[in-house]
């Protein structure tokens, strides 16, 4: 086979879409696969099928807000890319009942999957190597237990997303070992004499209304004040957008932003509460300096980013593993754009899926494209 394979099921059923799935990743030179299912899926039945017809494969996925298909974006299917043993040498582990007293287990865990690598694949390095993290979307908890993953890779890339429910924010799901997990996160090592690219893009830029957070609750990542004012009314108007209403839409195409070291990273909200307050995605506290965001123009964006990924990989990628932001395409779907971006994302071989926030490195981030993207197998190889 292939040494990376792309496939998709648009079937509702679960046990034909685990097996039309299976026949496009499977077989015998699998080493791995990954899949991103719709949540409205019969969870229960569909871990026993992917279970029965990806057997002896090492199989990790998770639950989303939106797929990314061969053929562009897609909705409530499923799926996944396979590694094969020709190119690929890849160990998964898992961290469950995840909290800030579970830290120093996920340190444990990642430790012990690098000397696995290191037993099965010797050579394998920073240059050779590369981590994909998926996380429960609604854990709150990405930034401490990315750190703590972090720190034990070393050198070696991370990219990531948190797995989503279709925006109904109740129950975001992991998937390993044959079953659906809630609280946890899986990390996969992946070595591969392939040649690939991890990146991260966004269209985001900060403007110059400045605002800063005076009351929030950190650990439920919710803002209650804004310039000592109640929240959603402050940023509806810093924002420009006083006397609509705060749909997922509006906030996507009215971002928030925070500067760190000279780079803009988003900070999206999540969810207007009854009470005026605001839920985001990311971290938050009390003294944050945010800028209201400003969207440029993300085709050009995404233009840029594949003419260098083709030129990091050696040519037209064989395949791009993309986590992102359902912000993103919300935003698509506002601007009438999500028809040219999905013939884009199909253009340069994508799949994924739309996520409730994407990790880069130590970075949790929102509104973001991030993902690896994999060359052609070396001649040889």
Do not use: W
């Not at 719709?38 to 090492?58: K, M």
């Not at 401490?144 to 890779?153: K, N």
């Amino acid at each position: 086979m292939d040494a990376i394979r792309r496939g998709a099921s648009r079937s509702r059923d679960a046990a034909t879409a685990a097996r039309e799935l299976s026949e496009q990743l499977g077989g015998r030179d699998t080493a791995a696969a990954m899949f991103f299912c719709s949540a409205d899926y019969d969870l229960a039945a569909l871990e026993g099928a992917l279970t029965a017809c990806f057997e002896g494969i090492e199989l990790l996925g998770c639950t989303t807000a939106g797929e990314i298909a061969p053929h562009g974006y897609a909705d409530r299917g499923i799926v996944g890319l396979g590694f094969g043993r020709s190119g690929f040498v890849t160990v998964a582990a898992r961290s469950d009942d995840l909290s800030s007293s579970s830290l120093l287990r996920v340190r444990d865990m990642v430790a012990g999957l690098v000397r696995k690598l290191s037993v099965r694949a010797p050579a394998a390095n920073s240059s050779n190597t590369f981590a994909i993290l998926l996380i429960d979307g609604l854990s709150g908890i990405e930034e401490p237990v990315l750190s703590a993953v972090y720190r034990e890779l070393g050198d070696i890339p991370l990219v990531g997303g948190s797995a989503g429910d279709n925006l109904r924010f109740r129950e975001t799901m992991i998937f390993h070992e044959g079953a659906f997990h809630s609280g946890s996160a899986v990390l996969a090592l992946v070595h591969t004499c392939v040649p690939f690219s991890v990146f991260k893009t966004q269209h985001i830029a900060s403007l110059d209304t400045k605002m800063v957070i005076t009351e929030a609750d950190p650990v439920r990542r919710v803002v209650t004040e804004i310039n000592a004012e109640p929240a959603s009314e402050e940023y509806a108007r810093l924002s420009g957008v006083a006397g609509r209403e705060l749909h997922p839409m509006l906030l996507a195409t009215h971002p928030l932003v925070v500067r760190v070291g000279g780079d803009d990273y988003v900070r999206s909200i999540r969810n207007v509460e009854d009470d005026g307050s605001l839920t985001f995605y990311c971290a938050i506290d009390e003294g944050l300096v945010l800028s209201a965001g400003r969207g440029d123009d993300i085709v050009e964006d995404l233009t840029r980013l594949f003419a260098r990924l083709r030129e990091e990989v050696g040519g037209p990628p064989a395949a791009i593993l993309g986590f992102d932001c359902i912000f993103r395409r919300l935003e698509l779907i506002e601007r009438r754009l999500e028809r040219p971006v999905s013939q884009m994302l199909a253009a340069n071989n994508v799949i994924g899926f739309s996520t409730y926030g994407e990790q880069i490195n130590a970075m949790h981030l929102n509104q973001t494209f991030s993902g690896v993207a994999f060359g052609p197998m070396p001649a040889g190889a």
